[in-house]
């Protein structure tokens, strides 16, 4: 089955730097690629997404990139601030009938004011 | 407003005592899932739904059982409950499998 792996599992940097976190994901029939902020004490909420037929996309500081040949997808957050301080995880699914969705370990990243 | 509920919130029981977690979603959503979160483990997928009467296995499943019924809800059961089913878990929904999926507030179960 599909396995993600995600790196770093915690990220520290100071307000205003920049922030990557990658995944990689072993099954190359995976299509739905969508990254989740966990904020303490709450659910996931989905912050940006991506399918396997476009290779970048952007929303305000936010952006993800996908490499299908090499099998990972990497989320950069420009401008950092305070509350981008959270939990992030990556996933991957295969967005077909009668496909699960399976999750990376996760990030904790730290923004230092 | 839509949302996810699910209830309890908080649980505490013992080993072999059956419960169940309820989640309902007002958003007429075909997809649900389980999932369960533990440190260092990230979100690992339970049981998963397309649409009612249709269930499928996720990565998890032993120890659990589900059910769909009807499209607004999803219920977790747990037959007979172990120390090792102690965890955070999560129902979540969204309009088909490949659609962002909308989480519930988290149900945070005790087994001793």
């Known amino acids: 089955g599909e396995n993600v792996e995600q790196h770093p599992s915690t990220l520290s940097v100071q307000e205003g730097d920049s922030a990557v976190i990658k995944c990689t994901y072993s099954d190359s029939a995976s299509n739905y690629f969508p990254w989740y902020k966990q904020e303490l004490g709450k659910g996931p909420q989905l912050i940006i997404d991506i399918r396997s037929n476009v290779g970048e996309k952007k929303d305000q500081r936010i952006a993800v990139t996908l490499n299908k040949t090499a099998k990972h997808f990497s989320l950069h957050i420009t401008e950092t601030q305070p509350e981008d301080s959270a939990v992030y995880f990556c996933?991957?699914?295969?967005?077909?009938?009668?496909?699960?969705?399976?999750f990376g370990p996760g990030t904790r990243l730290s923004v230092l004011p | 407003e839509a949302q996810v509920t699910q209830n309890p919130r908080y649980l505490i029981t013992v080993t072999g005592k059956k419960l169940t977690v309820t989640c309902s979603q007002n958003?007429?959503?075909?997809?649900m899932s389980w999932y369960r979160q533990d440190p260092g483990l990230g979100l690992r997928q339970i049981y998963y739904?397309?649409?009612?009467?249709?269930?499928d296995k996720g990565d998890v499943p032993e120890g659990y059982k589900v059910s769909r019924k009807e499209k607004r809800n999803f219920p977790l059961i747990l037959e007979s409950p172990s120390p090792n089913q102690t965890s955070l878990y999560f129902c979540?929904?969204?309009?088909?499998?490949?659609?962002?999926?909308?989480f519930g507030p988290g149900t945070r179960l005790t087994v001793l």
């Open positions: 979540a929904s969204s309009r088909t499998s490949g659609n962002e999926q909308f």
């Open positions: 739904s397309m649409n009612v009467e249709v269930t």
């Open positions: 996933a991957a699914s295969k967005s077909n009938y009668g496909q699960n969705f399976v």
């Open positions: 958003m007429n959503h075909e997809y």
